[in-house]
């Protein structure tokens, strides 16, 4: 694992709230917004900028941890700004503090959690 970042770094994301991404079950939309599940996937992404710049060629990320507390939604068609920033980095593992806008409106707080992993041992763990 690369030590290229420190606390306090940055990563930016931005994304477009489309039609597959609205809340739904069973293919049943329930409300015209950004669902939690799409929402957690672009979150993902933005602390993954990180991660594809740290990790080698024989190592790749694995979640460790994400929380979501939405603040306000995001509806179809809006533009979403995901801002990650580091919030530490030890025992190969990542924590970035997360924020999400729409415009100056705050979409929703959170933190995620990525270990940076051999590949042979990533395989390993998925064998049992």
Same mark, same amino acid.
């Not at 931005?14 to 609205?22: A, L, N, W, Y």
């Not at 409300?31 to 990180?50: D, G, K, Y």
């Not at 080698?56 to 979640?63: A, D, F, I, L, Q």
């Given at each position: 694992?690369?030590?290229?970042?420190?606390?306090?770094?940055e990563?930016?994301h931005?994304f477009?709230?489309?039609?597959?991404?609205i809340a739904?079950?069973?293919?049943?939309?329930?409300?015209?917004?950004c669902?939690?599940?799409?929402?957690a996937?672009e979150i993902?992404?933005?602390?993954?900028?990180?991660v594809l710049e740290m990790?080698?060629e024989y190592?790749?990320?694995?979640?460790?941890m994400?929380?979501i507390?939405?603040?306000?939604?995001?509806? %179809?068609?809006? $533009?979403?700004?995901i801002?990650? +920033?580091?919030?530490? #980095?030890g025992?190969? /593992? %990542?924590?970035? $503090?997360i924020e999400v806008?729409? +415009?100056?409106r705050i #979409?929703?707080?959170? /933190?995620?959690g990525?270990?940076?992993?051999?590949?042979?041992?990533?395989n390993?763990?998925?064998?049992?």
């Amino acid at each position: 694992m690369k030590d290229i970042f420190k606390i306090g770094d940055e990563k930016e994301h931005r994304f477009s709230v489309r039609p597959e991404d609205i809340a739904a079950f069973d293919g049943v939309p329930v409300h015209q917004v950004c669902s939690t599940f799409a929402l957690a996937r672009e979150i993902e992404w933005s602390s993954r900028l990180f991660v594809l710049e740290m990790k080698s060629e024989y190592e790749e990320g694995v979640g460790t941890m994400l929380l979501i507390e939405h603040k306000s939604p995001a509806l %179809l068609g809006e $533009s979403v700004l995901i801002r990650a +920033e580091v919030k530490s #980095i030890g025992d190969n /593992e %990542l924590i970035c $503090s997360i924020e999400v806008k729409v +415009e100056d409106r705050i #979409i929703a707080v959170g /933190e995620t959690g990525q270990k940076i992993l051999k590949k042979d041992k990533i395989n390993k763990l998925f064998e049992r």
